[in-house]
């Protein structure tokens, strides 16, 4: 007889207790095999893809893309045993008291005791939930674009209602209203309370001009701080975003990376004391080898940018001042010294802002650097930075300059003593041999945990780091 076995939602890494099931690859019916890829989750830190655990055929998939699942949920049902009866439909078996639903201990936290999952709202279904309509097909009615261009003839709005009727009234209650027909006619067309109208004509009359002005001012619009749904400042915002009954605002949950990177800026600044110094570097030669890198057969497989020389100049600086690669345990009230480099870059991606390290940076040289930054940099943006390959950094470099910003005052990234924020290179005049030339320069910041770092250590390091690339030629000798 058939054999039904229920999938929990594993802990991807890390401790995490949601996720949102992104897409299935498998469907009611399908076969698979063990390890076979059946779901695509996303965490607080990247897409997972999740294996399955037994080999049979689909009997239940238990909660839908878009929804956000408690980990230790069952989300998949599986017969082991399809040739004993048909399994299509079949309901889940629930496990005995006491015993362990599922594959056994998977992924790290598995098992965990069921919790009912926290369901969102697809996109597409805030529109239901946004309130009545004139129009369908109007602005106010469609999420997926909150804001549309008008077409010949603009929908007519509604006219105030509940709380902000009341309100309107409450303001203008006991005032006479006094307008020609032709007026009033307008403003039922254009859904406008004439009691809220400012008036401006002769005698407190309302004017077709007051209430085309009053429209106007009260009229969804696109605002400079909208850019569309498929923003990546949006965070992802299609499933589960809603746009207000006015069309004014799109209101997103707030999840995924958005969410964890929240948490961590808020531990971070509130927990680590940060100090911030600053250098204004001549970059001249940096740029001038990465010229002439960019020309090398040796490097004609790899993208080589200044953001490489100054990875490399970190890297030295932290051989030369081991105590800046550190990490403060409060726990156990000890301060942590690593004896490898774990280097960060901070990536932008339309997820959020995640900080993949480079494992062991310290062992490479300058090519094996360039590829690790380059699959790093590819992996990030394609969405699919693993928890392991953000973990255990031990400091981070951010590339401002890449968005034309001077420079800044970066928060660290939690665990770690120090990250160096890296400028936009620009052309300016520069007292070079006693003369005013034009060059190349660049602003770097270094911010630290004072609590491991004092201003001589990090002063140190972010020297060292502008030495090398006021000459390159200075790793030489220091490497």
Same mark, same amino acid.
């Given at each position: 007889?058939?054999?039904?076995?229920?999938f929990?939602l594993p802990?991807?890494g890390?401790?995490?207790?949601e996720?949102?099931?992104v897409?299935w690859?498998?469907?009611?019916?399908d076969?698979?095999?063990? =390890?076979?890829?059946?779901?695509?989750?996303?965490?607080?830190?990247?897409?997972?893809?999740l294996?399955?655990?037994?080999?049979?055929?689909?009997?239940?998939?238990?909660?839908?893309?878009?929804?956000?699942?408690?980990?230790g949920v069952p989300?998949?049902?599986?017969?082991?045993?399809?040739s004993?009866?048909?399994?299509?439909?079949?309901?889940?078996?629930?496990?005995?008291a006491?015993?362990?639903?599922g594959?056994g201990?998977?992924?790290?936290?598995?098992?965990?005791?069921?919790?009912?999952?926290?369901?969102?709202?697809?996109?597409g279904?805030?529109?239901?939930?946004?309130?009545?309509t004139?129009?369908?097909t109007?602005p106010?009615?469609?999420?997926?674009?909150?804001?549309?261009?008008?077409a010949?003839a603009?929908?007519?709005?509604? $006219?105030p209602?509940?709380?902000?009727r009341?309100?309107v009234?409450a303001?203008?209650a006991g005032?006479t209203?006094?307008a020609k027909?032709p007026v009033r006619k307008?403003?039922?067309?254009?859904?406008?309370?004439?009691a809220?109208v400012?008036?401006?004509?002769?005698?407190?009359?309302?004017?077709?001009?007051?209430?085309? $002005?009053?429209?106007?001012?009260?009229?969804p619009?696109?605002?400079?701080?909208y850019a569309g749904?498929?923003?990546p400042?949006? =965070?992802?915002?299609g499933?589960?975003?809603?746009v207000? /009954?006015?069309?004014?605002?799109?209101?997103?949950?707030?999840?995924?990376?958005?969410?964890r990177t929240?948490e961590?800026?808020?531990?971070?600044?509130?927990?680590a /004391?940060?100090?911030?110094?600053?250098?204004t570097?001549?970059?001249? &030669?940096?740029?001038?080898?990465?010229?002439?890198l960019?020309?090398?057969r040796?490097f004609k497989d790899?993208?080589v940018?200044?953001?490489?020389i100054?990875?490399?100049a970190?890297?030295l600086?932290?051989?030369?001042?081991?105590?800046? +690669?550190a990490s403060?345990?409060?726990?156990?009230?000890?301060?942590?010294y &690593?004896?490898?480099?774990?280097?960060?870059?901070?990536a932008?991606?339309p997820?959020?802002l995640v900080?993949p =390290?480079?494992?062991d940076?310290?062992?490479?040289d300058?090519?094996?650097?360039?590829q690790?930054?380059?699959?790093?940099?590819?992996t990030?943006?394609?969405?699919?930075?693993?928890p392991?390959?953000?973990?255990?950094?031990t400091?981070?470099?951010? +590339?401002?300059?890449?968005?034309?910003?001077?420079?800044?005052?970066p928060?660290? =990234?939690p665990?770690?003593?120090?990250i160096?924020?890296?400028?936009?290179?620009r052309?300016?005049?520069w007292?070079?041999?006693?003369?005013?030339k034009?060059?190349?320069?660049t602003q770097?910041?270094?911010?630290?945990?004072?609590?491991?770092?004092?201003?001589?250590l990090?002063?140190?390091v972010?020297?060292d780091?502008?030495?090398?690339?006021?000459?390159p030629a200075q790793?030489l000798?220091?490497?």
């Amino acid at each position: 007889m058939p054999t039904f076995e229920q999938f929990k939602l594993p802990d991807a890494g890390e401790g995490l207790t949601e996720a949102e099931i992104v897409q299935w690859h498998v469907a009611v019916g399908d076969e698979v095999t063990v =390890n076979q890829t059946i779901v695509e989750i996303e965490t607080a830190k990247s897409l997972v893809e999740l294996p399955s655990p037994y080999t049979g055929v689909v009997a239940e998939l238990l909660v839908a893309e878009g929804d956000t699942v408690e980990v230790g949920v069952p989300i998949i049902v599986v017969d082991t045993d399809p040739s004993g009866a048909s399994s299509a439909g079949a309901p889940a078996a629930e496990p005995e008291a006491g015993e362990a639903s599922g594959s056994g201990a998977v992924l790290v936290g598995y098992g965990v005791a069921e919790q009912a999952s926290a369901r969102r709202p697809r996109r597409g279904s805030a529109a239901s939930s946004a309130g009545p309509t004139t129009e369908p097909t109007s602005p106010v009615a469609a999420p997926a674009a909150p804001v549309a261009a008008p077409a010949a003839a603009a929908p007519a709005r509604p $006219a105030p209602s509940g709380p902000i009727r009341a309100l309107v009234s409450a303001a203008t209650a006991g005032r006479t209203v006094l307008a020609k027909p032709p007026v009033r006619k307008l403003a039922r067309d254009l859904g406008v309370e004439l009691a809220s109208v400012p008036a401006t004509g002769p005698g407190g009359i309302i004017t077709r001009e007051d209430v085309l $002005a009053y429209s106007a001012r009260s009229e969804p619009r696109t605002l400079a701080t909208y850019a569309g749904d498929d923003s990546p400042w949006l =965070n992802d915002a299609g499933a589960g975003s809603s746009v207000t /009954p006015d069309g004014r605002q799109t209101r997103v949950p707030v999840k995924s990376v958005r969410k964890r990177t929240a948490e961590a800026m808020v531990q971070s600044a509130f927990t680590a /004391p940060h100090v911030t110094e600053f250098h204004t570097v001549d970059v001249t &030669k940096t740029m001038k080898l990465v010229a002439k890198l960019r020309e090398d057969r040796e490097f004609k497989d790899v993208r080589v940018t200044p953001l490489l020389i100054t990875a490399r100049a970190l890297l030295l600086a932290v051989r030369r001042h081991p105590d800046i +690669n550190a990490s403060w345990d409060e726990a156990a009230q000890e301060i942590v010294y &690593k004896h490898y480099v774990n280097l960060g870059i901070a990536a932008a991606t339309p997820r959020g802002l995640v900080v993949p =390290n480079i494992k062991d940076a310290h062992r490479l040289d300058l090519k094996g650097l360039a590829q690790g930054l380059s699959d790093l940099t590819a992996t990030a943006r394609a969405g699919r930075t693993t928890p392991a390959d953000m973990s255990d950094g031990t400091i981070t470099i951010t +590339n401002v300059g890449v968005f034309g910003i001077d420079t800044g005052t970066p928060i660290l =990234n939690p665990g770690e003593a120090a990250i160096l924020a890296f400028g936009a290179i620009r052309e300016q005049p520069w007292v070079h041999k006693g003369k005013i030339k034009k060059r190349w320069v660049t602003q770097l910041a270094l911010s630290f945990d004072h609590r491991l770092v004092d201003g001589a250590l990090g002063a140190y390091v972010l020297s060292d780091v502008a030495k090398i690339l006021e000459d390159p030629a200075q790793a030489l000798v220091w490497g």
